[in-house]
């Protein structure tokens, strides 16, 4: 007997197969496949107008796309309504009712669906218990804390038992350090209680501290499918490398010489087997990729390059130190220890760790190794 | 091309908006269609945030709950059958109160005229009504729109949401301070001298003043071309999808555009490339009156719009005239027509501005009337002129940040005077579509809009230059200080 029969095969909760979708010719969405399986959270990451709304909105039912197929549980939802897709939309902003209490706000599409009242006590009381906000049903949004509001959207979401939430940037316009809290709490509860999500974002930071998978979206069209790792050490190219990322990566022309070197901003690196491999007998000219953390300061007499503090850029306790070496500028994180003895002119050496960086084609920009 | 940069903490608010009042068009419909929201609700909540907040900006002027609850129930009920009649079934919009709705009083901030519901809507408040919109409340206006801010004989002085002792502008400055308080995503707004674009600038918002005959009006106004109505939001797509149900036709405007106005494919991310774009820190104008700060952020648009694609020279129109000289003659004029539209007993009712601006109307010579009506013709055929070479021409909407809630004009000033206030109202007199967008702060806190003119017929590249400013500066999702 075929031992394959008695494996389970895990339907995804979301596949996208070829979706494509023009606004009167104008591409939003051009071929774009992927999977998010069950209990995932996977996150869309790209600049706005990158097609990230219009993706959320297809799937929802919102959008018809010109080409292509949405399986949601293996089904093809073609032509289904989206009130009968079993899906959740969270909004921007969490967005509550302030005049409702907790209760309330959760009921409330289950009173636009109609459901009678016994229904609707048993369904919010279950959903607030396994949200742990039973306490704060009776209570309106402004006596909530920003973490119990984000349960109570949740709740709201939940109550109709969706098999998939979509979530449009829904923390984008809170402040910062509020969005880092609510942000970690969302993660707790989606594994917590093994939800799938699939979340937008402009935000690479927020992707990378939440996703397990990040959808790299540019122009419609998927960039890259990556843990967020993967995604920022071995980005697919430079503008993917740029994107993710602050400061933003190093970017700086370097030559590879067999046998040699790594010719890079005036000085030369021990050349690694993996950019050695890109060159035959010859030299080739490369972009490198330096993430601003690889790069160390060194004495200026020991190092292998070495350079003239242009600028310093406060990031709070540290900050982003800009060295002209050679040709090169460099940008580096620099901390406090660092700092007393750093100011624009001082002469300086750079340790550069020659295994992280990455090599990019200079003119079409792909990463070669 | 930064445009990661939108992921740097814009908000100013201290703590989440968790609210359905700043949700914007697409997304309150997405949330109808799926079930998830309801219209009901939606008005419900921003009745009672209305109750809460109008009280410390006065922007309201009538609010009729029974009224908008039915258009929200009926909407409900069309959603629920999956028969939404538009786009904006179900999206809450105010109205200025210089539009008549049916059933509704238009008092055009007046004490001459009663508080007695209309009977019919004017065209676009009807079209609205055919798209399912939820007419929310109306706001507040100086007397018949006469003003730079908004106080009237009637209800008042409505202040900035930015900063109370300061004006929002006017005249649509009750559909600003509403819009800046997240009463409804659109409002209806009107412009005959910049009564869109000067609010919209001094609030943080986007407002678009579309080119003469774009959106149908019944019965012609006789201060054509210079006055026109149009949409007020806090976002380009909701302005846009605003003024793609307002510009349907009217069969009786006898000068409405022939042409459907059709909302730009590509507005969620516009590349500019195909324009070339005019700054011109003075849009060929006289200005007795200026501010450095404001100068400075005005100018900022112009690394924006390039970063987009677009070519962008420094050029302004050469103006036969001074745009002021037959601009004046059409103020004074208007008031007098204004006094004359008056029943004679009702007349000391005026607003003292209108009284006082049109006796000097009712001496403007014919000959004096015929010649600024020639100097506006060569005002028009000169920007016609202009805009063979460019396809945007972008510059200040107003001299300086807004000022005392106290006062009319800025110090130093006459009422009666518009010589400080140039930017705005040559586009009333060549009727082109010109809108006002959100492009900074001064160090003060108070919200600074830069101007975008294009040629007759222009909507769609001004939405779409405002669109690519707002996505690399999204003022937008900013909030006043005074909602914590």
Not at chain 1, 135 to 154: D, F, N, W, Y
Not at chain 1, 222 to 244: E, G, H, K, M, N
Not at chain 1, 317 to 342: F, H, I, N, P
Not at chain 2, 329 to 346: D, I, N, R, S, Y
Request: glycine residues 8%; hydrophobic residues 45%.
């Amino acid at each position: 007997m075929n031992a394959l029969m008695h494996a389970t095969i895990e339907v995804p909760t979301l596949a996208m197969e070829h979706l494509t979708k023009s606004f009167r010719h104008q591409p939003a969405l051009d071929d774009v496949s992927f999977m998010v399986p069950k209990g995932a959270l996977t996150v869309v990451l790209g600049a706005a107008g990158a097609g990230k709304t219009t993706l959320l909105r297809s799937i929802a039912g919102l959008e018809q796309p010109d080409r292509g197929r949405i399986l949601l549980g293996g089904r093809d939802v073609a032509g289904r309504e989206p009130k009968d897709r079993n899906l959740a939309m969270i909004f921007d902003n969490l967005a509550l009712y302030p005049d409702k209490t907790g209760f309330d706000n959760i009921a409330s599409p289950l009173r636009i669906r109609g459901d009678s009242r016994a229904e609707i006590e048993t369904a919010v009381k279950e959903v607030a218990a396994r949200l742990r906000i039973s306490h704060i049903l009776a209570r309106k949004p402004k006596t909530m804390s920003g973490g119990e509001r984000q349960r109570v959207a949740l709740g709201r979401a939940l109550v109709r038992t969706p098999s998939l939430f979509l979530l449009d940037e829904p923390l984008s316009s809170l402040d910062a350090m509020l969005r880092i809290e609510l942000r970690a709490e969302l993660r707790r509860l989606q594994r917590e209680l093994g939800y799938t999500f699939l979340m937008a974002t402009p935000d690479f930071a927020e992707a990378m501290a939440i996703a397990d998978t990040v959808i790299l979206l540019r122009a419609g069209r998927i960039v890259q499918i990556a843990d967020p790792q993967t995604l920022y050490d071995a980005p697919v190219d430079r503008d993917a490398a740029r994107f993710v990322g602050a400061p933003e990566i190093n970017l700086v022309p370097a030559r590879i010489e067999p046998g040699h070197g790594l010719h890079i901003a005036g000085g030369v690196l021990p050349l690694p087997d993996r950019l050695a491999a890109l060159a035959g007998s010859g030299p080739v000219a490369v972009e490198a990729g330096i993430r601003p953390e690889a790069i160390g300061l060194a004495p200026a007499d020991a190092a292998p390059i070495s350079g003239t503090v242009s600028d310093i850029e406060p990031l709070g306790a540290q900050a982003a130190v800009t060295v002209t070496a050679g040709e090169a500028e460099l940008r580096l994180v620099a901390g406090a220890a660092d700092l007393a003895s750093l100011a624009p002119g001082t002469k300086v050496g750079l340790s550069i760790a020659a295994e992280r960086i990455t090599a990019f084609d200079p003119r079409s920009g792909t990463r070669l190794a | 091309m930064n445009i990661s940069s939108t992921t740097e903490p814009v908000s100013q608010t201290g703590h989440p908006g968790a609210d359905v009042c700043w949700l914007s068009i697409d997304q309150l419909t997405a949330g109808y269609r799926t079930g998830a929201l309801s219209p009901i609700e939606v008005a419900r909540a921003l009745i009672a945030r209305i109750r809460m907040l109008d009280p410390v900006v006065n922007a309201i002027v009538h609010l009729d709950e029974a009224y908008t609850l039915a258009m929200a129930e009926a909407s409900l009920a069309r959603w629920r059958e999956g028969r939404p009649l538009s786009a904006m079934d179900g999206v809450p919009v105010t109205i200025k109160d210089l539009s008549a709705v049916a059933g509704m009083p238009k008092r055009r901030g007046s004490l001459a005229f009663g508080s007695e519901p209309v009977g019919e809507d004017t065209p676009c408040v009807a079209r609205m009504r055919e798209a399912g919109a939820v007419f929310l409340a109306k706001t507040a206006t100086p007397e018949a729109g006469c003003k730079v801010v908004t106080r009237s004989p009637v209800h008042g002085v409505t202040a900035n949401p930015y900063d109370l002792t300061r004006t929002p502008g006017g005249s649509s400055g009750g559909a600003a301070a509403a819009l800046a308080l997240g009463f409804g995503p659109v409002a209806l707004g009107s412009d005959g001298a910049g009564s869109i674009r000067i609010p919209a600038a001094y609030t943080n918002l986007f407002g678009l003043k579309p080119g003469f005959g774009r959106v149908p009006a019944f019965p012609p106004d006789i201060d054509m071309p210079h006055s026109v109505v149009g949409p007020m939001a806090r976002t380009v797509r909701d302005a846009a999808i605003m003024l793609a149900v307002i510009s349907q036709p009217e069969p009786r405007d006898p000068y409405m555009w022939p042409v459907p106005f059709t909302p730009p494919a590509d507005l969620a991310m516009p590349d500019l490339s195909d324009l070339r774009i005019a700054f011109s820190a003075r849009l060929g104008c006289t200005a007795p009156l200026v501010d450095a700060e404001s100068d400075a952020l005005v100018a900022q648009a112009t690394p924006l719009l390039a970063d987009a694609g677009a070519v962008v020279e420094e050029a302004a129109p050469a103006w036969p005239v001074d745009p002021f000289l037959p601009f004046r003659v059409f103020w004074e004029t208007a008031c007098l027509a204004c006094v004359e539209g008056t029943p004679a007993e009702k007349r000391r009712l005026l607003d003292p501005l209108i009284l006082q601006v049109g006796a000097t109307g009712a001496r403007v010579s014919l000959t004096a009337y015929m010649r600024a009506m020639e100097q506006r013709m060569a005002i028009a055929a000169a920007s016609k002129a202009f805009f063979t070479r460019y396809d945007l021409l972008v510059g200040p909407v107003m001299p300086v940040p807004p000022y005392s809630v106290l006062r009319d004009v800025p110090e130093g000033y006459a009422n009666e005077d518009w010589s400080w206030c140039p930017y705005t109202y040559p586009w009333n007199m060549t009727g082109q579509p010109a809108a006002s967008v959100p492009i900074g702060f001064t160090e003060a806190g108070l919200p600074v809009g830069v101007q975008i003119i294009g040629p007759m017929g222009g909507e769609a590249d001004v939405l779409r230059a405002a669109r690519a400013i707002e996505l690399r500066r999204p003022l937008h999702l900013r909030r006043p200080p005074l909602l914590g």
